[in-house]
């Protein structure tokens, strides 16, 4: 009978949704995007700044050990070495750091005779820390955490994480300098907003590891960075900007590589390497079951400032762009498109003016023409409008935008804020010519690229072209129009599910 001795790495339970353990294998596949050579190099020195569970350290330290076999023939020697001189950590808590040292040292204290290298004091170098938040205003100023949130007692977490709570990180390690740094960062942290609102973290890791020049950058991260997140416009400028971004593997499904966890908008690691020097990168999509197939394309491309993660949509993209066409966005009203907001209720019993409203079980209700604030001359017009929630790819299979709640809104009726309008004409016919376009896998697909939260805004159709609305139009006819091969047909069909 085979005995299993399951790797315990690979069974630990998340702590949530943000803060996930690194699945061993997982670890060694970034690991292996690294130069080889450095596992041989007694010098090298690695770094992980939010340690977990301490399985980038072991791993790291198992190829090291078998990498320094000529090097440091003696096995302690060659431990105490590694342990001592190459491999250092910072824990996210208390009890990440005791896990991390566990999976290292094989002993929660460094300093006990079980310890498999002995150090003089309880962390080793894997130190943890204390920190407060510094407020100002509310709000810490190097995380943003809400003081009515995390400013509580000492029995709760308080989430001050000491790698980013600080203006010079070279200070922890006495201005060391780290060969590797390498992480799977805490992803968020909620601001005490409604519906579980909150604020991304990752990105200020990411940030501070820059600060100490390492040779090799390693992190996980999620991918909603590519086109969108909150407050992450300067950090996606700083990586598609970074020449030195050579790889970046993503996953469409968070679950693909942190099993049981959903994160919308998928996950990606990244290696920066400060000898690469390139507006290119190499990007590899994931595909379960499959090697991965390496692309390499600009950063930035299509004068866009976001970053299209799939190599297939990309080339559609390619054809598509080629055409220089004017954008959907700028047919398509922006928010708030006639003044009401998702929460007005100041109706009337009934009028010759319609609201159509989520605020309202039959789905309208009344109003007068002077509560009308903007886009007047619309009243006696077709409108094309959607639902400004959908669905995040994560969230629906990958098969998303469905363009949910569509309608061609008559005259004599506007729309709050929750519809976003994508076209008015007085030409009824005008409007559903564009629905019919709307209904077409491309179109969709085209959406779908700068969807990474539920709100659907004019910023959704920037790589959607405008089309001739003189006449109705089928995905057959974009297929002719663009050029798209069988392959590239199926593959849209695919991902998108029709539209009745």
Partial sequence: MNNYNPDVLSCLANLSNDEVFTPPQLANQMLDMLPQELFRNPDTKFLDPCTKSGVFLREIAKRLIDGLADEIPDLQKRIDHIMHHQLYGIAITRLTSLMSRRSLYCSKDASCRYSISHFDDTDGNIRFSEIQHSWQNGKCRYCGASQEVYDRGDDLESHAYEFIHTDNPNKLYN???????????????????????????????????????????????????????????????????????????????????????????????????????????????????????????????????????????????????????????????????????????????????????????????????????????????????????????????????????????????????????ICVSKNKTIVENCYSYLKTMLFRLLCQITIVSPDVSQRTFTLVPLQDFSKPWTDEDLYAKYGLTDEEIAFIESMIRPME
């Avoid at 090697?291 to 799939?310: M, P, Q, T, V, Y």
């Avoid at 993209?317 to 954008?327: A, D």
């Avoid at 109706?347 to 159509?356: A, S």
């Avoid at 409108?383 to 929630?389: F, W």
């Fill in 175 to 421: 201005n060391m300098t780290f060969d590797v740094i390498i992480g799977n960062p805490p992803y968020q942290l909620g601001d005490g907003g409604n519906n579980a609102s909150a604020t991304p973290i990752y990105n200020m890791f990411v940030t501070q590891a820059r600060k100490l020049n390492p040779f090799y950058l390693l992190m996980i991260i999620p991918s909603r960075w590519y086109c969108g997140g909150r407050g992450l416009d300067e950090f996606r400028n700083m990586m598609l900007e970074d020449e030195c971004l050579q790889y970046i593997y993503d996953y469409k499904k968070s679950s693909d590589c942190f099993p049981g966890i959903r994160n919308g908008g998928g996950i990606c690691y990244f290696l920066r390497n400060q000898r690469y020097k390139s507006l290119y990168v190499s990007i590899a999509n994931h595909v379960e079951g499959e090697n991965a197939h390496w692309i390499s394309r600009k950063k930035l491309d299509f004068g866009l400032n976001f970053f299209i993660r799939d190599n297939k949509v990309y080339e559609i993209v390619k054809k598509v762009m080629k055409m220089k066409e004017p954008s959907m966005a700028e047919i398509v009203y922006s928010q708030k498109p006639y003044g009401f907001r998702t929460n007005f209720t100041d109706f009337i019993d009934t009028g010759k003016v319609k609201l159509y409203t989520k605020k309202s079980k039959r789905g309208y209700e009344y109003i007068t023409e002077d509560q009308i604030t903007k886009n007047k001359g619309d009243l006696d017009k077709w409108k094309l409008v959607t639902s400004r929630s959908t669905s995040v790819p994560e969230e629906d299979n990958g098969q998303v935008l469905r363009m949910s709640q569509t309608f061609i809104v008559e005259p004599q009726a506007v729309v709050t804020e929750s519809y976003i309008v």
